[in-house]
């Protein structure tokens, strides 16, 4: 497979190894064995594929030069060139992902989809900060509903802490292609822990602390309420709670992260 306006090596092997001319005559022709206009080959047997809208095959023929009469014949694919690479996330064709994670080691599939519609090849992926991004794998797959006809590359990525890292995918059919997307990843909160006395009297204050996990969760702040029927008050900024009458009262921190831990 060779990308319209490319060029690949080709290499005849011939044989026995010891014959005493191993030098063959390259020529290039359609699949109907008649000359093409897609294709030309040098003497050295350097394919230079033209520039295609869509799939062409070529047939490369190589002939012995010792007048054995002796050939090989090899098809050649032609593909449109690579021009783009966009990306898709969770099914919506993204400039940048943001990766609310509540548990780290998880794993989550990035796709690059390559234009135009038709071009060949694959794409290699790469993680800017593997620290914090984790490339587990990646595989080739033909596009579906919209992107029917385009080639993907879906990636298996895993963070691994909070931060920014930044994947690029590069296509394979020889136009180097990159395509760049920032992948910000926030940790979030998986259980809150409310620590501290259990009693206070009327008319004093006590503060109230508060365990988030994971230790590694981007965002520990948390927001203090109180039921409103309770014995007591409680500030939402500092959990200072302030007793108001005799009785119970429930005081609940809850991550501000949006995760709804608490």
Excluded: C
């Excluded at 092997?13 to 010891?18: C, D, E, I, K, Y």
């Excluded at 070529?58 to 060139?81: C, N, Y």
Aim: hydrophobic share 40%; net charge positive.
């Amino acid at each position: 497979i060779v990308a319209g306006g490319k060029a690949i090596q080709l290499a005849a092997n011939v044989l026995p190894a010891n014959s005493t001319n191993k030098t063959v005559t390259w020529s290039v022709k359609g699949v109907d064995g008649n000359s093409t206009q897609y294709a030309t080959i040098s003497a050295a047997g350097l394919l230079t594929a033209k520039t295609v809208n869509s799939r062409v095959d070529v047939v490369v023929m190589a002939v012995a030069k010792d007048g054995s009469g002796k050939f090989a014949e090899h098809t050649v694919t032609i593909l449109p060139a690579s021009s783009r690479i966009t990306f898709e996330y969770n099914g919506v064709i993204v400039k940048s992902i943001a990766m609310d994670v509540a548990n780290l080691g998880s794993t989550y599939d990035v796709t690059a989809i390559i234009s135009p519609q038709g071009a060949g090849g694959d794409v290699t992926w790469k993680s800017s900060n593997t620290a914090v991004l984790e490339l587990v794998n990646s595989k080739s797959a033909e596009g579906d509903g919209d992107y029917a006809g385009y080639k993907t590359s879906i990636a298996t990525v895993r963070p691994l802490k909070a931060g920014t890292a930044t994947l690029t995918a590069t296509t394979t059919d020889g136009t180097k292609v990159a395509g760049y997307i920032t992948v910000k990843i926030s940790v979030l909160t998986a259980d809150v822990t409310v620590t501290g006395a259990t009693e206070v009297l009327v008319g004093q204050r006590i503060t109230l602390g508060a365990t988030v996990l994971p230790a590694g969760a981007s965002n520990k702040s948390v927001v203090w309420s109180a039921d409103p029927n309770g014995a007591a008050t409680v500030n939402q900024l500092t959990g200072v709670v302030t007793g108001v009458k005799a009785g119970t009262a429930t005081i609940k921190a809850t991550a501000s992260d949006g995760s709804g831990s608490y």
